[in-house]
């Protein structure tokens, strides 16, 4: 049991999608409800009887094949656009009296579902506090602050993972308080296998070096300067091959025009569908450097999968990645700029960085435990109480 207060247990309530809802939010709340659990609290999750109307919905499907988890206790109630809904989830959970609500918040168009059922479900004894992937969305809508704003009026405390979305908080308040805990590592995908064990199951050479870019495609995930960054002539002349592991949430035909301009088919491996969770770790454990060409960015979990796997990073000086990933030890901090990226990866091979970096990543990865994320929720929890 922790020594940070508090010391004893507490009834603690989710909010936030998790199973049979797909992503690495989904992923991660379960993985932190397990800490907590495994600290002594008392955990049920809230999740959504339907988070986004189908026409929002970009990818082909909201739900996960995966097994459900045994060991969770889950409620799928909320629907994410019905008022009355709201008012009835924000009771049940009100009944509960609660010690302490978690919510995850990453979208605008989920404050005015979250944000009700926190207000209907405070009490004297009971505190919100929401761990905020995003404040400020990459790809911002009208409205989009008006929203921010009525969740954030919901919440006691918030818990960031990288210190820009600290600094958008402060821009619609100044006093509640916030805490900095790095995104601890994604270790519950399996563990590392050997490469030739991972290549054999993707039907992938060996002859070539691996690059990977993982997760859904989106435009400000910047698949497009990574692209562009393959057709760098030194890069053509290297053993070398990008896959392409997620499913497409952009103008698939506008990538698909760049790959055909370049000229850049036969050093591309597409694996453009959604990549089920015991997949997951074939794909890290075949490549050789994780690339994350991010034009905009608060923090990312697949640097997390990279950390667990053990694998160097290429990212982008956007966000809180570069908090992440220490320059030139455990891979690259770049500008967003297709040449650079291309630097960065013709370094990385040609002066054969691989085993020093990936030591870097071993000894990094200490810093982004689980437990040090229940830590910081039990101190923040203590402190507004």
Known sequence: MPATLPVSKKKIVMISPVHPLRGGIAASTERLARELQNSGHEVV????S???PGFLFPGKTQYSDDPEPEDLTIKTRINSINPFNWIK???EIRALKADIIITRFWLPF???SIGTICRIAKSKNTRVISIADNVILHEKRPGDDSLTAYFIGSTDGFVVMSKSVETDIRQFNQ???VTYIPHPVYDNYGEKMPRALALKYLNLSPDFHYLLFFGFIRDYKGLDLLLQAMADPRIKKL???????GEYYGNQDYYEEIIRVLEIENQLVLKTDYIPTEEVRFYFSAADLVVQPYKSATQSGISQLAYHFEKPMVVTNVGGLPE???HGKAGYVVETDASQIADSIFDFFQNKRAASFAATVATEKKRFSWQNMVQGIEKLAGEIF
């Open 50 to 52: 339907l988070q986004y």
């Open 324 to 326: 992440i990933v220490p």
């Open 239 to 245: 053993p070398l091959k990008l896959i392409i592991a």
């Open 175 to 177: 006093t509640k308080p």
């Open 110 to 112: 989920m404050a005015p």
């Open 45 to 48: 999750i809230y999740s959504f």
């Open 89 to 91: 989830v924000g009771f």
